[in-house]
């Protein structure tokens, strides 16, 4: 399998919607929308993804993944292009398309690097897809700020469009090696996703994956109404949110170093502590300097867990159902991103983002014991 190609095709994808949350966010705000119509503007981008997960992580361990992909960026395509029309209702019905749209893409692709290599090979894998995830975090928001101020959200969202029809070409370059990776038979009698949650090793995995993947998605929702709320240009606040992407990918050029010199568990403990303490005092902040050196610490706490979290579902799923594993994952984030973002946003309205960012806190910090209960036993 051509591993660069692959990288590629996730960064393109990956920028378009990173670069179209972050717009979306700030296109309902230039609208007029509350805070709590922001939030459900951007929990929408979750919304019908955790519904759909588990059935679309089935698809790509029964089909492969180039059919599942070639759906994802026609819906990425079709979501930005609607969401340069100037209306809430068209923004909400585009978060549906793009959240929908990467779901399906990462199951898709993450499942194919699973199946497709070796033990060695997947991690290696798995850190270059997390590296070119890391780029496409920070080109994403910095993209979408500046041509936000510089040209309006119409044309941020029909520049975004463009990506991934460039991902389409390099998917079909991969459609060969993508056909090639091996697919499962249908497993006998109905496959239920209670058994996999039954699985405790692979349970605690997808405890702590679905609280560091809160912390990172919702910072995308939480520092554009922040930014908003003390001032800062479209363009100030893609940076700061750029500084978070530079962080996880500066991280993740050490994460074999760290695999070897820590357990697992306390990888993820550390991560999610550091990222509590971030949270914790962001609101205290108001100046550029401070917020992207915060912002930067984030990205180096939540961007170290990723590689090792979705090699530990490739090898601790059943045979056959890793794309369901990867699927319940998924649907597990998108849960909170649906009610966290309302959630949140109404807190907002109601007491300042301030305290929104002490609920993440304390939400990160109650995983940071669980995982370290995880290391001892």
Request: overall charge positive; glycine content about 10%; some cysteine.
């Amino acid at each position: 399998m051509n591993l660069p190609a692959l990288v590629a095709l996730m960064v393109l994808a990956h920028t378009a919607f990173a670069g179209g949350r972050v717009a979306l966010t700030l296109a309902a705000i230039r609208l007029g929308g509350t805070p709590l119509e922001v939030g459900l503007v951007v929990s929408l981008l979750a919304l019908v993804p955790m519904c759909l997960a588990v059935h679309a992580g089935r698809w790509s361990d029964r089909s492969g993944a180039v059919r599942p992909a070639l759906a994802a960026l026609a819906m990425l395509c079709a979501g930005l292009l609607l969401a340069s029309l100037p209306a809430l209702a068209s923004l909400g019905l585009s978060a549906i398309l793009l959240g929908s749209g990467f779901m399906l893409l990462h199951l898709a692709i993450h499942n194919a690097v699973g199946k497709g290599f070796t033990s060695d090979e997947r991690v290696r894998g798995f850190s270059l897809l997390s590296l070119g995830n890391s780029a496409s975090t920070i080109a994403g928001p910095v993209i979408a700020g500046f041509l936000l101020d510089l040209a309006g959200p119409a044309w941020t969202f029909l520049v975004l469009a463009i990506l991934p029809v460039l991902a389409l070409a390099v998917l079909g370059r991969l459609r060969t090696a993508l056909a090639a990776v091996p697919v499962s038979a249908p497993a006998a009698g109905k496959a239920r996703v209670a058994d996999l949650v039954r699985h405790a090793p692979l349970r605690a995995v997808l405890i702590v994956s679905a609280l560091l993947s809160m912390g990172w998605d919702l910072f995308t929702f939480m520092m554009p109404m922040h930014g908003d709320r003390i001032g800062l240009s479209a363009s100030t606040i893609g940076l700061v949110m750029g500084a978070f992407g530079v962080g996880t990918f500066v991280v993740r050029l050490f994460i074999p170093r760290l695999a070897r010199s820590f357990a697992e568990w306390q990888v993820l403990a550390g991560a999610l502590a550091l990222s509590a303490a971030v949270y914790a005092v962001f609101p205290f902040f108001s100046t550029l300097m401070p917020l992207l050196a915060l912002a930067f610490t984030l990205g180096l706490a939540l961007g170290c867990a990723f590689p090792m979290i979705m090699s530990a579902i490739a090898h601790t799923a059943p045979p056959g159902r890793s794309g369901e594993a990867i699927g319940i994952r998924s649907m597990l984030i998108n849960a909170s991103q649906t009610l966290l973002p309302v959630t949140l946003g109404a807190l907002g309205a109601a007491g300042g983002t301030r305290m929104a960012f002490w609920v993440i806190a304390a939400m990160l910090g109650a995983g940071m014991v669980f995982a370290l209960v995880r290391h001892r036993t």
